[in-house]
């Protein structure tokens, strides 16, 4: 497991445009740890004394329905900050967080990221521009849940590789998951995620590849307006 340095703490867009001595501040006493495939992380309603960054691996972010429902709210890949809320409000969290892929994550402190939220305006801009952009993103993939199979799964795989790319590359290698994953995300039943799948891989428009899948023809998102 390779350890989180400065450097590559500064590379991710949170944290990007942070002087080095702050950066220090919020790796002093970090802690690294793995997860496997189907781990939970963090759960709805624990209370928070971390904030987490995803070094590398692939998570999600659910809730449930009254109905008792599972409903993926979000993804999160490498680069990624959750958890964050707690230095905000301090309360408890407000969804699980489970591992999708094995992956490596780092645990900073709340204290030193909370007092450079309160002091450097740079770094609370950022962290508002990162909450804005999550909430844009969820409306837009709930806005979707109204459409076709075929939409809500390009969408979805779509969504899946630019979280598995550091460039957010949307013909990136989206890792071996179980069908059912890719059904939650794509809000389908896991019968019609898999017809809809092989019906895509069988119009070349989804390839396997390693082990994983990869959107070969992204023409069919385009026409749909899933990406420009």
């Known amino acids: 497991m390779t350890s989180l340095d ?7 867009v949170l944290f990007s445009e942070l002087e ?13 740890t793995g997860y496997q495939a189907e781990q939970v992380i963090v759960m709805e309603q624990d209370w928070g004394e971390s904030i987490f960054l995803l070094h590398r691996g692939l998570a999600k972010v659910r809730t449930y329905t009254a109905d008792g429902d599972e409903v993926v709210m979000s993804l999160l ?12 409000d301090g309360s408890v969290r407000s969804a699980d967080v489970v591992a999708l ?30 909450q804005v952009s999550r909430l844009r993103d969820l409306n837009r993939r709930f806005a979707l849940q109204t ?31 179980p069908q059912r994953e890719l059904a939650l995300l794509a809000g389908l039943a896991r019968e019609t995620a898999s017809r809809t799948l092989s019906k895509l891989r069988a119009r070349g428009t989804v390839s396997e590849l390693d082990g994983g899948l ?6 069919p998102l385009r026409k749909r307006g899933l990406i420009d």
């Open 6 to 12: 400065r450097k590559q703490l500064q590379q991710m």
């Open 20 to 32: 080095e001595s702050h950066l220090d501040l919020l790796l002093d006493r970090h802690r690294e």
């Open 77 to 88: 890949g490498a680069g990624d900050v959750f958890g964050e809320m707690v230095a905000l």
């Open 101 to 130: 892929t094995p992956l490596q994550l780092v645990k900073l402190r709340v204290p030193p990221f909370k007092s450079l939220l309160q002091e450097n305006t740079v770094f609370a801009l950022a962290l508002a521009r990162l």
């Open 147 to 177: 459409g076709d199979a075929t939409t809500r799964l390009l969408d979805a795989l779509a969504y899946l590789a630019r979280k598995s790319s550091v460039s957010n590359d949307p013909q990136a290698l989206i890792p071996a998951l």
């Open 214 to 219: 990869k959107l070969a023809d992204l023409q």
